[in-house]
């Protein structure tokens, strides 16, 4: 807001948006390259998830999407902090599951905030992992008004149950990211 009023920044600066994708893991981090060609980079299986992870957080809606890994890691040295759990998928170039969840906050007041936005959401994730379609967009709608923003991961996944309401049941449903989708 700060930058928004300041003349030495371009207009946009106030309305700039980011998202941010967060997995755990061993990466190679560091100076690679040669005396033509040397540049300070990652690389590694944890670095091209952590792509994806943020990639999803654009399907999704998401700010501050993370992995399952790394919430669990974070909330090992922060236990305070609030996630919420999006959606388990396939990305890309992966042959397991991804537990996707987004930081909703950190402490007593954002867990109170965000209460029962949380339980909501569980709860018409819970139906959309058992296959009832038509119970899971009814209840992703009602935690979609829970949400500050007009397009959340709430109506993401109503729109897919909609979507899906003539699909057969799939118990745990594993929702396939194409590269086209993220």
């Known amino acids: 807001e700060r930058w928004s009023n300041d003349p030495r920044w371009p207009r946009p600066a106030g309305r700039m948006r980011t998202r941010v994708g967060i997995h755990t893991g061993p990466a190679i981090v560091g100076n690679i390259g040669s005396e033509l060609r040397f ?5 590694g299986d944890t670095v091209n998830l952590a792509q994806r992870v943020e990639a999803s957080a654009s399907h999704y809606k998401a700010t501050i999407l993370a992995s399952e890994e790394t919430r669990d890691a974070a909330l090992l040295s922060q236990p305070d902090l609030v996630f919420l759990p999006i959606d388990r998928v396939l990305v890309p170039g ?16 954002d867990r109170l905030a965000h209460g029962e936005k949380i ?3 569980v709860a018409a994730l819970h139906l959309y992992r058992q296959g009832n379609w038509t119970a899971a967009a009814t209840a ?7 949400f500050e923003r007009q397009t959340s991961p709430a109506t993401i996944m109503r729109d897919r149950c909609r ?5 057969p049941a799939v118990e745990n449903l594993i ?8």
């Open 94 to 109: 992966r042959q397991n599951p991804v537990e996707l969840f987004e930081l909703l906050g950190c402490g007593e007041n």
């Open 140 to 146: 992703f709608d009602t935690a979609a008004g829970l």
């Open 175 to 182: 929702f396939p990211l194409s590269k086209e989708s993220i």
């Open 119 to 121: 339980l909501r959401y």
């Open 163 to 167: 979507e899906m309401v003539d699909s």
């Open 39 to 43: 540049n300070y980079t990652m690389m």
